[in-house]
């Protein structure tokens, strides 16, 4: 029998027989949340498992089956494990697939783009500006991913996650159980990434206004 893709009436279930009550996407993101932070996996931190339930919030939003490509990304990025809470959504995103044939390769570019606001996120924290910062993580897209990025888009997009983001490096660079020659040390690190000069090209800045 054929699909029909203009039927969004059980878009918001997951495709489990044991889940078939809809969920809105604020409980997919509480579920999810609280189901890593329970586990608490090794080396994992608050602001990862909230990371993961925002993307699980996007595919219950949107219903675009990149986003758990991009959860699935993540969760491999940061040595996580996909607990069943994620689990559940990526067979129903993998299922919605079959039928649709959406590709993945939106989920790598947004995997690629967090991964690059949270370096901005850390040089920011050790003193570089934002435009550094944007431009910094440009050049690293240019010339070590498949996902390059201009420093104007990034300083631009970068404000509307910046809260986020400010939590996320408190929860790194904060942490008590730190020595204080393991912060200095990573301070210099840091600071010498920042002064560093990087050949940048018209095409890795974009046009800003």
């Known amino acids: 029998m054929a699909v029909d893709k203009t039927d969004k009436t059980d878009l918001t279930t997951v495709a489990t027989p044991a889940t078939r009550k809809k969920q809105t996407p604020q ?5 999810i949340y609280r189901a890593y932070i ?26 675009d089956t990149s986003f758990m490509d991009a959860a699935i ?14 689990l559940e959504h990526v067979y129903a995103a ?12 939106r989920a790598f570019a947004y995997s690629a783009r967090e991964k690059l606001f949270e370096e901005m996120a850390k040089l920011i924290y050790h003193g570089a500006t934002l435009p550094h910062a944007a431009e910094l993580a ?3 897209s240019h010339t070590e991913t498949a996902f390059p990025m201009k420093a104007s888009t990034l300083q631009k997009e970068y ?11 408190q929860l790194i660079f904060e942490d008590p159980h730190l020595t204080m020659d393991e912060v200095a040390e990573t301070k ?14 018209k095409q890795m800045k974009g046009e800003r206004r």
């Open 138 to 140: 440009a050049y690293y």
């Open 73 to 86: 990304s993540y969760c491999h990025q940061h040595k996580l494990p996909i607990l069943p809470e994620l």
């Open 188 to 201: 210099r690190n840091f600071e010498a990434v920042i002064r560093r000069k990087f050949p940048l090209t």
């Open 38 to 63: 329970n586990a608490n996996p090794p080396n994992s931190l608050p602001g990862q498992a909230a990371q993961i339930g925002s993307i699980a919030m996007k595919w219950i939003e949107t219903r």
């Open 27 to 31: 409980e997919t993101f509480s579920k």
């Open 159 to 169: 404000p509307k996650h910046s809260e986020r983001l400010v939590k996320f490096t």
């Open 94 to 105: 993998m299922t919605m697939r079959i039928n649709d044939g959406n590709s993945p390769k």
